[in-house]
Nanobody, 129 residues
Framework: DVQLQASGGGLVQAGGSLRLSCAGSGFPFDDYVIGWFRQAPGKEREGISCIDSSDGSTYYADSVKGRFSISGDFAKNTVYLQMNRLKPEDTAVYYC??????????????????????WGQGTLVTVSS
């Protein structure tokens, strides 16, 4: 079974940085996409970034573009999300998820939770003003 473990959340002041990790295991496939999502209280789960293991392509939602950076160590099935210049509105529970296969830049579901098959537990990020 695929298992994902997200970690690295915490409390940080606005303008600060955090790095989240997503460690995966049990992948029965060679190519996969790891996505990062977040869910603030009372809001829908929002896809913010993803990375394709087949070629390392990265994608960012407008809400985090230029501030967050996703990277992967695919030999270890681990993906990182470096979050810089954090804002109070970044406060949320952050989740990682995986989708089997490689889809390319035109994949319409790259930020859609329904496009992903397996999820890790969330890690809470709180940004104070």
């Amino acid at each position: 079974d695929v298992q994902l473990q997200a970690s690295g959340g915490g409390l940080v002041q606005a303008g600060g940085s955090l790095r989240l990790s997503c460690a995966g295991s049990g992948f029965p496939f060679d190519d996969y996409v790891i996505g990062w999502f977040r869910q603030a209280p009372g809001k829908e789960r929002e896809g913010i970034s993803c990375i394709d293991s087949s070629d390392g392509s990265t994608y960012y939602a407008d809400s985090v573009k230029g501030r967050f950076s996703i990277s992967g160590d695919f030999a270890k099935n681990t993906v990182y999300l470096q979050m810089n210049r954090l804002k109070p509105e970044d406060t949320a529970v952050y989740y990682c998820a995986t989708a089997a296969g490689s889809y390319g830049s035109n994949w319409s579901a790259k930020y859609d939770p329904a496009g992903y098959d397996d999820w890790g537990q969330g890690t809470l990020v709180t940004v104070s003003s």
